[in-house]
């Protein structure tokens, strides 16, 4: 039973549009959730989080919206850069332990 | 500062042998945590070490996998034998505090049992 989502295997953007990557998940217990970014070849890397008592964080092009009724976490980036094509993984944690959804391959497009 | 390393970075083996990963964590944080991610499905959480002790076995599949963390520094990962099904990728992350959400990861051991 997979506790945290991500519908979408990947997503392609025009380079300087708006990138949106969604996260779904189960829990209710989770009080903090995490967007990694992952290059090949390399580990997962942190990009920004969001309390459960928070619904928006921004960290300069990044940012993470959470909607806790509907189980719902969104990542937007603006503008959209060629570095940013990466893998992207949602993450939720209850404690220590870091629940991952399967990722999304973002593309962007020259 | 030198990141989380893990070695080797490949590793092809047969089914019935023994492969042993092992795990650097970042100078001075006390937690480990071993995670794996198979055929780019979700990253699956294995176990947490705190120091030299596993605060959390809970993901490791069965006892064909052994971590050990011998002194609190490094950590290996050993897995005896290996079956077709335990190929992916084998992370492992540290954090200076259980309660620092934000785990730095190493770049990750692929492991192919054929």
């Known amino acids: 039973d997979q506790q945290v989502k991500q519908n979408s295997p990947s997503l392609s953007v025009q380079e300087g549009r708006i990138s949106i990557l969604n996260c779904d998940y189960t829990n209710s217990m989770f009080d903090y959730f995490l967007w990694y970014k992952k290059y090949p070849a390399e580990g997962p890397t942190f990009l920004i989080s969001i309390s459960s008592i928070k619904d928006k964080n921004e960290d300069g092009r990044f940012t993470v919206f959470l909607n806790k009724s509907a189980k719902h976490l969104s990542l937007h980036i603006v503008p959209s850069q060629p570095g940013d094509s990466a893998v992207y993984f949602c993450?939720?944690?209850?404690?220590?332990?870091?629940?991952w959804g399967a990722g999304t391959k973002l593309i962007i497009k020259p | 500062e030198a990141g989380v390393t893990q070695f080797p970075s490949h590793s092809v083996i047969e089914k019935g042998q023994t492969v042993t990963l092992r795990c650097d964590p970042i100078?001075?944080?006390?937690?480990l945590y071993w995670y794996r991610r198979v055929m780019g499905k979700e990253i699956k959480f294995l176990l947490h070490?705190?120091?030299?002790?596993?605060?959390?076995e809970s993901g490791m599949p069965n006892n064909r996998f052994l971590a050990e963390r011998t002194g609190g520094t490094y950590s290996t990962l050993k897995v005896q034998p290996a079956e077709l099904e335990d190929s992916g990728v084998y992370f492992c992350?540290?954090?200076?505090?259980?309660?620092?959400?934000?785990?730095?990861f190493g770049p990750g051991t692929r492991l192919l049992v054929l």
């Open positions: 992350a540290s954090s200076p505090s259980p309660y620092d959400e934000t785990q730095y």
């Open positions: 100078s001075g944080h006390d937690n």
């Open positions: 993450a939720a944690s209850a404690g220590y332990q870091l629940i």
């Open positions: 070490f705190v120091k030299e002790s596993k605060q959390d």
